[in-house]
């Protein structure tokens, strides 16, 4: 049996980036074939028109399928399963499935859709990213043009009319595993600071809060969570409210010597491991302490002639033996990326222990 094709979940409303954000993910998608589903809105479908015009070889018009009704939760039998069904019977299989929703579509159907049996064993979550415009919500406006959005919200019959937007939102949040605060050119740094703070306190645990602009987050932050979100939609309904107060400056966790909205990647040597299990926690101890988005590679385990591969996301370690060495150097290799101003020596220290 084939692998399961990994789909990410774009949301977010209106305006707040996510077709910038696609279109980024595209154009630095360095040979990985990504296919895309748009929910588009009537006469506001001009995403697909934006992303077709992109002219990379990794996007071609092919690979970008539009749904055309609306909101998904009303269509999935009618319009979502049979486009994914007409992607998934393609000879050429994508490597990834991205999925924009339109801004007002809740994410949660969606990924309930996951566990229909003619796509459950095809496809699975890789996870939600839901994508805010950052100085609207530090506003306390939710997205940069509010008329906008609600216009968005009459053009849908099957939208109820009457939520308040703040709870559209704070379903948005819920369903996330990754929230990018976008737009965070517009904010100052302890803004951004308290923003990422009050998001990180409403959403699940272990969700990943990253600051963006123009959407430029490394696809391998983006892609490859590795979730399974469509198998654990319970945890993703409730809406908890919290009160915030203003930020009192303990949040400043992290030197920002670099911009705060950038990402940096660096590599860790290290000689034989002995304990693989061991190493695992090592490693899910240091990525507790910094921070770290990503960390992946692989390991020489001491009397074992294959390659551990470790990939972890948040603090969630994952290890197999993929193959040999052969002629390769028999060394524990790790690359660990994160936003800008992670402590290099210190998880460079803790990694080599
Ligand atoms: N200043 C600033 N502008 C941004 C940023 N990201 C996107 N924009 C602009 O915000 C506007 C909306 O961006 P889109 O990517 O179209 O937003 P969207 O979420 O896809 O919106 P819809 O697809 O229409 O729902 C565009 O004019 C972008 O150029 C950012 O990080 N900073």
Redesign the pocket.
């Known amino acids: 049996m084939q692998a399961k094709i990994p789909a990410t979940v774009v949301t977010?409303f209106?305006?707040?980036?996510?077709?910038?954000l696609i279109r980024h993910m595209l154009e630095n998608a360095k040979g990985k074939r990504i296919a895309l589903i748009i929910n588009e809105f009537g006469d506001?479908g001009v995403?697909g028109d934006i992303l077709k015009g992109c002219g990379d070889e990794t996007c071609t018009e092919d690979d970008i399928m539009e749904l055309s009704n609306g909101c998904i939760c009303c269509t999935v039998a009618d319009d979502f399963i049979p486009t994914m069904e007409k992607l998934l019977a393609r000879e050429n299989r994508p490597d990834h499935i991205v999925i924009e929703t339109s801004?007002l579509a809740l994410p949660q159907p969606l990924v309930r859709a996951f566990n229909w049996p003619e796509i459950s064993t095809k496809v699975t979550v890789d996870g939600v990213v839901t994508?805010v415009d950052g100085k609207a919500v530090s506003e306390g406006r939710f997205a940069h043009n509010v008329a906008a959005v609600d216009a968005q919200r009459k053009l849908d019959e099957n939208l109820d009319h009457e939520t308040p937007l703040s709870e559209l939102f704070e379903d948005q949040i819920a369903c996330a595993d990754m929230i990018v605060v976008?737009?965070?050119?517009?904010l100052g740094e302890d803004e951004a600071d308290a923003l990422v703070a009050s998001l990180k306190a409403d959403s699940r645990d272990g969700v990943q809060v990253v600051r963006?602009?123009?959407?430029k987050i490394p696809v391998d932050v983006l892609l490859g969570q590795g979730i399974a979100a469509e198998g654990d939609l319970e945890a993703r309904h409730e809406v908890h409210h919290h009160h915030h107060h203003d930020d009192d400056g303990d949040h400043h966790d992290h030197e920002h010597e670099h911009g705060h909205d950038e990402f940096e990647s660096f590599v860790v040597t290290r000689s034989e491991i002995t304990d693989p299990k061991g190493f695992s926690e090592q490693i899910a101890t240091v990525i507790r302490g910094h921070d770290i988005l990503r960390l992946k590679g692989f390991a020489a385990v001491e009397g074992k002639p294959m390659r551990l591969t470790l990939q972890a996301v948040g603090p969630r370690v994952d290890t197999y033996f993929d193959r040999p060495f052969g002629s390769a150097p028999r060394e524990t290799r790790l690359v660990v990326i994160g936003q800008s101003g992670l402590d290099q020596a210190a998880i460079t220290a803790a990694l080599q222990a």
């Open positions: 977010g209106l305006g707040a980036g996510k077709t910038t506001l995403d801004g994508v976008n737009k965070s050119d517009l963006a602009s123009m959407g």
